[in-house]
């Protein structure tokens, strides 16, 4: 099932600014992560933060967690063409190694 | 870093036809890969857990006869979608992790290219 709903659905900005989506899911987290998926490809590992971390950096990807909300964000900076993709959040609360994904963002960098 | 490969990419058969898609850990050891769906401009629907060795364990709603997963391998899974019909037309992908990895890696997936399957 799918537990994790972002906003916004779709997100359409200028190269060079900044991105930011959210994500929010339901249930108790051992971590979240998050995932960028080019059009008609598989999902390609970005970045993970632990629960009990609050926020994480990985070059220009900025990601919060705020776990009483139950809540994660993930800013893109300096955006790029090359960054237009749809992004998911995912979720892992069980130590059976299964992820539930959010509903996604799409992402269009204009030139 | 891990790679998983996924093939066909692409595939049409006709309908009441059986069509298996292959994912293959390519450096790595995965004694767990998953199977998803994906429907256009959607979000990835877990399909089951491929388990090496053993039987593979499905989620709530998907059907185990129809949707064969074998993971005779450490390094191969394969789902076979029988008596394949038109509304069995998705986008499926696989993933895998890297249970050699460090602590919190090991958490990570990697994804396969994904097969698009459509049923005539």
């Known amino acids: 099932s799918q537990q994790g709903e972002e906003d916004p659905q779709a997100l359409s900005i200028q190269e060079g600014e900044n991105a930011t989506m959210n994500c929010s899911y339901k249930?108790?987290?051992?971590?979240l992560q998050w995932y960028r998926q080019n059009s008609g490809r598989g999902l390609v590992h970005l970045i993970l933060?632990?629960?009990?971390?609050r926020e994480k950096h990985s070059g220009r990807l900025r990601v919060t967690l705020d776990t009483s909300k139950k809540s994660s964000s993930l800013l893109i900076t300096a955006s790029r063409a090359a960054d237009t993709a749809s992004y998911f959040c995912?979720?892992?609360?069980?130590?059976?190694?299964?992820?539930?994904f959010g509903q996604g963002t799409t992402l269009q960098v204009k030139p | 870093g891990a790679v998983v490969s996924q093939h066909p990419s692409w595939v049409i058969c006709k309908s009441g036809t059986s069509v298996k898609i292959e994912c293959r850990s390519l450096?790595?050891?995965?004694?767990?890969m998953f199977w998803y769906r994906q429907f256009p401009k959607q979000s990835l629907m877990l399909m089951a857990t491929?388990?090496?060795?053993?039987?593979?364990?499905?989620e709530q709603g998907v059907e185990k006869d129809k949707f064969l997963i074998n993971h005779a391998s450490l390094t191969l899974s394969t789902l076979t979608v029988t008596s394949a019909h038109p509304e069995d037309s998705s986008f499926y992908i696989c993933?895998?992790?890297?249970?050699?990895?460090?602590?919190?890696?090991?958490?990570?997936?990697?994804f396969g290219a994904g097969t698009r399957l459509s049923v005539l």
């Open positions: 993933s895998a992790r890297d249970l050699g990895a460090t602590a919190l890696a090991k958490n990570i997936q990697y």
């Open positions: 249930t108790s987290i051992n971590n």
């Open positions: 491929s388990n090496e060795g053993s039987k593979a364990t499905y």
């Open positions: 995912a979720t892992d609360g069980s130590n059976t190694g299964k992820l539930i």
């Open positions: 933060i632990r629960s009990n971390e």
């Open positions: 450096d790595f050891q995965a004694t767990t």
